[in-house]
């Protein structure tokens, strides 16, 4: 039982610090911000895959290739 326990516990730690997972969301606003003035609206459709950047389950270089792959779905 203790087992399972310690089990859940260390899937439930975050992958990143919390100052890595700021420094990550502040990454994602900008490029948000940088895009809007751009006249590109965000995508709620593509939240999941900042949220999964931000978490630290994906990388930078996994973002646009995940975007694209979401958008080719559609």
Do not use: C
Not at 18 to 29: A, F, H, I, K, N
């Amino acid at each position: 039982m203790a087992r399972a326990a310690e089990a859940l516990r260390i899937d439930t730690l975050p992958l990143l610090s919390e100052v890595e997972m700021d420094r990550r969301r502040l990454m994602v606003r900008k490029a948000h911000h940088t895009n809007q003035l751009e006249g590109i609206e965000p995508d709620p459709d593509m939240d999941h895959v900042f949220e999964s950047f931000i978490r630290g389950e994906i990388e930078v270089t996994d973002l646009i290739p995940r975007i694209r792959a979401l958008q080719a779905l559609r």
